[in-house]
């Protein structure tokens, strides 16, 4: 159980005692408790703790906020850690620009994905049931990353090392990138570990590229496929994070360090989930290139906006069919299956996906 | 004293490396180094975890401290750091007399 660092701000009634209605009250009582600990701007404050008791009574943020539509809200923590989130609200669905870019540039990107997957998928937001898309901006301090915490977006302001100054909210690809864990975690829930761990990684560079390439109404044959084009700091050479287009390609540094993706199963890093920080949970941002470059390879043999039939494929193969343990051979059979429901048995589609499998050693 | 710390994971997947050598710091910042490491009271052994959790994207830290041949090593995970491990990494990693490397997991 976590500890609390200093005591958040009290609300009238205060959470711990909501908690105790939540949990040993009747049925009303804990279902008015749970949405005062929802909806009270105190209690936002102590999410983390709400999230807590919510995954004690087995259930999630959808089963108390299931309001469908876009509904963002944006806050500053001001460099503050998890203790001290969300932070101060700065900026409300519909409400004019804060006039700091890390706010704003964080709706924008949240509203561009939520546009994206309702447009495109038919999707309500992260958990398909309109779920508020929170995002604390300047956290920590000069922080190298953006991340879904299981409940909201965080993002630093970058430190000029790994990402320059202020680009984390500019990236479109790595807002979606994040968000889409979320999405994960409300539908297939890939252990974050090894081989489903490297799909996880793969589904957010798949729709964060595709929510990109969509912002900017690029085809397959136009779109860069790279993770993080145009952000990377000073500790780093090269273009981007990742690309889904040349695996291993991305990125290099001057001690002599280079971006290791691979791009076929024969080159797979085969690294222990051991809890040892430089073993990546069994490699699942080096292994992830494998199953990148599968999606790169079937969405420029098909054709077209990739989002609509190879992004269509893999949504469906996410959002419906894989499981936490999914491998990578599970999901390269269930995108093949998928694709044949979708445009076809033996179509066009179903064979190139097919193919790009073959291609990278997964079929 | 030399501390060493290891950072994995996060959106760029990268691991960064950065050690301290009490013995290249100015007297002052060698003492504040030392009161930090004592304040954060590192366990003796690393902490194995299976099923390392659902924290996608987030970091994941590895602490050495050396000193007089005596050697301790801990892990945490970033959003359970204890405020005393938080100020260490965060004094560490601002150091200007610290050595930094950056590279890919394994």
């Known amino acids: 159980m976590t500890t609390f660092d200093r005591m958040p701000p009290c609300c009238i009634a205060p959470p711990d005692l909501l908690e105790a209605v939540a949990e040993h009250g009747t049925p009303t009582e804990r279902e008015s408790a749970l949405r005062t600990l929802a909806t009270s701007e105190s209690a936002r404050a102590q999410r983390a703790s709400f999230g807590g008791v919510l995954r004690q009574l087995g259930l999630t943020v959808s089963d108390v906020e299931p309001a469908p539509g876009m509904v963002r809200t944006v806050y500053d923590v001001e460099n503050g850690g998890d203790f001290d989130l969300p932070g101060r609200k700065r900026r409300g669905e519909g409400e004019q620009p804060s006039g700091d870019a890390a706010v704003d540039e964080a709706y924008d990107g949240a509203g561009l994905t939520y546009d994206f997957y309702r447009r495109v998928f038919e999707r309500d937001s992260i958990d398909g049931r309109g779920l508020e898309i929170v995002s604390s901006v300047h956290y920590g301090t000069d922080y190298d990353n953006a991340a879904w915490i299981g409940f909201q977006m965080i993002y630093g302001d970058g430190s000029g090392q790994i990402f320059t100054k202020g680009s984390l909210t500019k990236a479109v690809d790595i807002v979606a990138h994040e968000l889409t864990h979320g999405i994960t975690q409300f539908t297939a829930h890939l252990l974050y570990s090894k081989q489903p761990g490297a799909l996880n990684e793969s589904f957010s560079d798949v729709f964060g590229s595709l929510a990109k390439q969509y912002s900017r109404g690029q085809t397959a044959e136009r779109a860069d496929w790279l993770i993080g084009e145009g952000i990377l700091g000073s500790a780093l050479r090269g273009t981007a994070l990742r690309s889904m287009k040349a695996p291993g390609t991305a990125w290099s540094t001057p001690a002599g360090g280079r971006d290791r993706q691979p791009g076929h199963m024969r080159d797979y890093v085969d690294l222990p989930d051991d809890g040892d920080p430089s073993n990546d949970h069994g490699g699942v941002h080096i292994n992830s290139g494998i199953p990148n470059h599968a999606f790169y390879l079937a969405a420029t043999a098909i054709g077209g906006n990739a989002w609509e039939r190879a992004g269509r494929v893999w949504y469906v193969t996410l959002t419906e069919r894989l499981r936490p343990r999914s491998d990578f051979q599970e999901a390269a059979e269930a995108t093949v299956e998928v694709a044949g429901e979708l445009f076809g048995a033996d179509g066009d589609e179903q064979r190139k996906v097919r193919a790009a499998w073959q291609q990278v050693g997964v079929l | ?106």
Do not use: C, N, W
């Open chain 2, 1 to 106: 004293m030399k501390v060493s710390i290891v950072r994995g994971g996060g959106v760029a997947g990268l691991v960064t490396v950065t050690t301290v050598d009490s013995a290249s710091l100015a007297p002052d910042d060698e003492a504040e180094l030392r009161a930090r490491v004592e304040r954060a009271g590192l366990a003796g052994a690393p902490e194995r975890r299976e099923g390392t959790g659902e924290r996608p994207d987030r970091f994941d830290y590895e602490l050495t401290v050396e000193d007089g041949g005596h050697m301790l090593t801990t892990r945490a995970r970033e959003g359970d750091l204890s405020g005393a491990l938080r100020a260490l990494i965060s004094y560490v990693t601002s150091l200007p007399g610290r050595q930094e490397q950056v590279g890919p997991p394994g």
